[in-house]
């Protein structure tokens, strides 16, 4: 018999009459005109999956989930990835040989969940998986709750069916014994651009491409001029410093200039490169300095297997800083005692726009918080229930285990060595 690494499902050719009558336009020349006319020509159930994924993607591979906007070049590079990845395990791997991507429903992706579930795939990672798929439901006309939580596909027992959103211990540098001023001098000696980028990631809790697109010349405006979103009445400073460039969704923020010691890393930063220029290395493209960045703090031992620490760490540090300064108390991840409950989530909401995320329970995984991840769990089980409900009538949290869900949907093969 064939062995699993060895088996191939049959390939689908056309005929040239075919190709004569109807060709193809090539993958480069598709866009959305020719995309829905070679869409049209191919009926539901069509063999040739990977064009009419492509024709997708050429209409919608931009699209926004839920808003009416452009995803991010990440997304944009990330999303067919996944998906021709997802289909071609698909037909490899399971009964759904000849499955065309728009006929895509729950249980291919029970098929695909007991796969990644075998293969180990983490809470988080099953979770990004499930959410792409959602937003590909909608692109071929689908409703997005035939995609259901992976809780309902693993159990509410599973540990691939919740990630963990709530930080139990501090990730910050200072907690892994690592002094500030001693990696940068390191730093400074390889590349000082890049030590002017981990300063800032410091000092105003930058994400490392929010540092490496940052313009400090032109980011520093009168408080006037800053969003009345990020004004912190509280606040004495004159100055902030502008973020637009590099951020999460592109939403841009404000950030004050409160310190003396924040006002010196602005004019060190100003100094060090031109009017209009950025922070990262004159001369790389923006691919090229994310790598040189990490390739540098690989160099001096800042990574999760050396030092025990990531770059990202430097945010969760400037977080709870933040917090302790603004509540009066320490975060929770260091043992603070729990203040009353207004000024935690004042503390909370001014710590995520300094972030530059949109909800305050984010800053869970910065700060913890088991008494919030415990409320915010039972509400996500209960709208995933009732979204569930839906396109299911099994209850919520009864999922099949994986040993059934590979019976129903994956290829058996029999071992050579048992005959």
């Known amino acids: ?52 994924l492509a024709c997708i993607l050429v209409k919608h591979g931009r699209e926004h989930g839920t808003r009416n906007k452009q995803v991010s070049n990440q997304t944009m590079y990330e999303r067919p990835r996944f998906l021709y990845r997802f289909f071609d395990d698909l037909h490899r791997q399971t009964i759904y040989v000849r ?23 983490g809470a988080g990672t099953i979770a990004n998986y499930l959410s792409v798929l959602r937003v590909f439901a909608t692109w071929i006309g689908e409703d997005p709750a035939i995609v259901r939580s992976a809780a309902e596909y693993l159990g509410d027992d599973s540990a691939q069916a919740h990630r963990r959103q709530v930080a139990d211990e501090d990730h910050s540098w ?47 405006i009168p408080r006037e001029r800053a969003n009345p979103r990020d004004r912190d009445p509280n606040s004495l400073a004159t100055h902030y410093l502008h973020l637009d460039q590099g951020t999460k969704g592109g939403r841009p923020r404000d950030q004050p200039i409160e310190t003396e010691v924040e006002w010196e890393l602005v004019r060190r930063a100003q100094a060090l490169v031109r009017p209009g220029q950025h922070l990262g290395r004159p001369g790389y493209t923006l691919k090229q300095n994310t790598e040189h ?25 400037f977080a709870i800083e933040k917090y302790k300064q603004t509540a009066g108390v320490a975060a929770p991840v260091r043992g603070g005692s729990a203040p009353d409950r207004e000024v ?13 995320h949109a909800r305050r329970q984010v800053t869970s995984a910065y700060l913890g918080s088991p008494r919030i991840a415990l409320s915010s769990h039972k509400e996500a089980n209960q709208s995933d229930g009732a979204a569930s409900s839906m396109v299911c009538n099994r209850p ?12 129903r949907h994956l290829h058996h093969f029999e071992d050579p060595r048992d005959s």
């Open 293 to 317: 960045y990490y390739r540098v703090l690989r160099k001096v031992g800042i990574t999760r297997d050396d030092l025990g620490v990531t770059a990202h760490g430097l945010r969760h540090e």
């Open 344 to 356: 935690d989530r004042g503390a909370r909401g001014k710590v995520s726009r300094l972030l530059g």
């Open 1 to 52: 018999m064939t062995s699993p690494s060895t088996f191939h499902p049959p390939r689908a050719f056309r005929t040239r009459k075919e190709i004569e009558a109807n060709p193809y336009p090539r993958r480069g020349e598709l866009d959305s005109s020719n995309a829905d006319r070679l869409l049209a020509a191919l009926p539901l159930g069509h063999r040739d999956w990977k064009r009419i």
């Open 174 to 220: 200072i907690a892994a014994g690592i002094e500030l001023a001693g990696v940068l001098e390191q730093i400074r000696a390889i590349c000082p651009y890049v030590a002017i980028q981990t300063e800032c990631s410091r000092l105003f809790g930058l994400r490392p491409k929010e540092a490496r697109c940052l313009r400090p010349h032109e980011a520093v």
């Open 396 to 407: 919520v949290g009864t999922a099949r285990s994986t040993e059934e869900l590979t019976s």
């Open 99 to 121: 499955l065309d991507p728009r006929c895509l429903g729950n249980r291919h992706v029970e098929a695909m969940i007991a796969i990644w579930a075998k293969r180990g795939l």
